[in-house]
């Protein structure tokens, strides 16, 4: 096999790793209704079990950067996405408290390390290609996102018990994912020997990345948590047009990632996420200020154009920052992404109870903005990774190792 066609085949699994985890996670957060009517779990108790999901990731992500020192990302990859599956299929299998609390704490454990270990790979690869692809992996994960909250949907117009709303979808995807875990490329299978940490200061250097994936997860738990209950209480909309904004936010997260890498290897991660920044303030300040349902549907869907592209640009610029320590900077940069999930719906929540929800749309807004401040953490002109060589050349993997570790 010729080394072009193993980093393509790498490329496709790990993809299609993102696109089931996408399908994954929205089969599970689309039926939180349903899974709290099922146990019979209080609206007092709810935010506890939430909450437990990513702090148990968080525990899993750091974890994770021990253990592939070990075995490599690969492996970890290879046996946590089937734990997660089977973890979905477990909330759905209960009949009693403890049997979901279980079920939900393996699902945190393995997606820690599920979330970590991937984007480990993503990142690894792209230093590989020598060019931007991180956008695609994630544009996987949005196309997933979509398919899983149709599936959930189809369950419960259907009236399905979770279980077999679940039980097809862990069917499918558990020996599709194994499979193809075979082509996954893992640095640590070819006999390259990372960099033990982050070195001293190492992580004062992440640190204004890792502020970044806190504040950006801000954003995105806001959209998936207010968005409906925004529209119908404080825009005056029906249910059903209610229900429209997230999907709206999902579609237009799954195109500004399927071109988001053209637009890193012709302007450079910098313009990319400034401009993405920019985009999801104006979103947020629309919503803010929107007279009625349609104008804020307009926020909603700028507020995917523009933070769909700074999750994926802060771990590729963390690979960046340490190309010798890459899933080490991983591991930690994950745990922000559930920093700021724990802390995004309870801020809007807490301000828009206390002041206006109109008032709490511009706190993630703030918040967002902070991007602009750290935008240099995300390279220099190189980090368009060899956008001459492909202007010569074609968009080939030939170009492998050429301006990957430029900074």
Known sequence: MTEDVRLLRG??????????????????????????????????????????VPVLAGVSSVATEHLVKRVGPAAVLRWAQPLVLLSL???????????????LGAFGLSVGALDASMNMLGVSLQRAYGRSIMLGFHA??????IVGASAAWAGAHWHLSLFSSYLPAVLVLVPLAFYGSRSYVDRSSEGEVPEKGLGAGGFKLLLPLCLVMACAYIGDSTVSNWSAKYLQDVLGSSEQLATVPYNVYMVTTLIGRAVGDLGVRRFGAVAVVRIGTLVAAAGFAVVAAAPGAWAGMLGFTLLGIGLCV????????????????????????????????????????GIGDAWSYRGAMLVPMALVLVTLFHARSFGSEGARYGVGHERRAGDRAVD???GGNEV
Not at 89 to 103: E, K, R
Not at 140 to 145: E, I, K, N, P, V
Not at 312 to 322: K, N, V
Not at 329 to 338: D, E, K, S, T
Request: proline residues 5%; positive net charge.
């Open 310 to 349: 700074i999750v994926p640009q802060t771990f590729a610029a963390a690979g960046r920052l340490f190309p010798g320590a890459s899933d080490t900077a991983v591991a930690r940069l994950n745990i922000f992404n559930y920093v700021g999930f724990l802390i995004g719906s309870p801020l809007v929540g």
């Open 140 to 145: 996987a994960y949005s196309l997933g996102g």
């Open 89 to 103: 299929l477990g909330v759905g299998a209960g009949s009693t408290m403890w049997h979901v609390a279980l079920a």
């Open 11 to 52: 490329r496709g699994s790990l993809g299609f790793s993102f696109f089931v985890q996408g399908v994954t996670f929205a089969l599970l957060v689309t039926r939180i209704p349903a899974i709290q009517d099922r146990y019979g779990i209080s609206d007092g108790l709810l935010p506890a079990f939430l909450a437990a």
């Open 400 to 402: 492998v190792g050429r």
